[in-house]
């Protein structure tokens, strides 16, 4: 049956309110409610709180009690299922139905495994009515977008990744030289950083953090939390004096190296010297004398390395950053397993800010959900390109996208594309 025209009102009315948890809630999902009476008053209002702190259907309910209203009888809404389960905080369910609410109107379901109909089943075991917005409806449609990066977590185990650059009209992130801030004007940079604030984490690569020296943290709009941030870094160079490593917000460095257990590798490197030198010393045949010299300076060289790459690990982490080992095939980082880690470590959206290498990889693996892309009106000639693609035989081996907004923001022009098939 069709939702009311007052639904619908407070419905957009809860998605308002959940876009206030934007920065906040992560890595809970962005919910707002709305509790009202009967004759369409509305009682009490609120919005998902940080982690650990009250959801939005509990928020609303106590601002509801505290103006002295009287709940029993009255229709929430929500922007998405009442949760089912203890997490963190107690089920929203329980306290809508504790509190007398009579019908429950959500915009869309929980896609979390732990709820996913069951705060509705639960709801309607209460004896509270439950309905439910027409998936394609304008409510439910908005309610996923707002939360893109829950649904793609809950719903395929990764987050949603989106790709922001920064480019002239001939598509250079950079001059021939480096010199690449700033392209874009004040305003474009403001609204990149509204859309890190988004996000659970913060992606760039050690040449990004070697060439540029970036804070990627939330500086230019007003942000309750910080996202972590991460640099995929292979072979551990990230320098330990860059600025990505200061405070505000926790570091993650990503690499391929092993850097454990140096001082056994010293041990086994050493006593494999020594007996190579042994062996030498006994040889008779000149080439066996060789091939032994070749084994110690080699046994020696890669305790060399293994030594430095503990060092340069310890120095990190002497600055407050975490490490995580996700080797791939030819040493460099498993692009597709630090987002499995992501997920792992509740990021819903994924952020990322690097150069053309690090850009053209994760599109190469079909790894990026959506572009970001502001261009100034510029014209730089020879300069960096915005990922590392190609060359193609033919434009149909080309990656394909489609345009889902276009934005002046400032001078600037603001793009964003998702691939064919998503939403």
Known sequence: MPLADLDLARLRDTLALAQQAVGLSDPNPRVGCVIGAADGRVLGSGFTQQA??????????????AAGHELRGATAW??????AHHGRTPPCCEALAAAGIARVVAAVGDPNPRVAGQGFARLRAAG??????PPDSDAAVAARELNIGFFARMTRGRPWVRLKIAASLDGRTALANGASQWITGE??????HAWRRRAGAVLTGVGT???????????????????????????????P???ILAPPGAVLVVHAADAGGAAATTATAATAATAAAAAAADATDAAVAASAAIAATAAFSADAADAAVAARAAALQARGAALCRLPAPGGLVDL???????????????????????????LRAGLVDELLVYVAPLLIGAGRDLAALGPFDALADALRWRFVDVACVGDDLRLRARRPGER
């Open 52 to 65: 650990g702190g009250p959801h939005a259907e509990v928020v609303a309910l106590q601002a509801a009690r």
């Open 78 to 83: 929500v922007s998405l299922e009442p949760c």
């Open 128 to 133: 509270i009515a439950v309905e439910l917005a």
């Open 187 to 192: 305003a474009a940079r403001a609204d990149g």
């Open 209 to 239: 953090v070697r060439d540029d020296d970036p804070r990627l943290d939330v500086r230019l709009v007003p942000s309750a939390r910080q996202p972590l941030r991460v640099v995929a870094d292979s072979r551990l160079r990230t320098p």
């Open 241 to 243: 004096a860059a600025r």
């Open 336 to 362: 597709a397993a630090l987002l499995d880690e992501l997920a792992r470590r509740e990021v819903n959206e994924l952020h990322v800010e690097a150069g053309r290498t690090l850009n053209g990889a994760l």
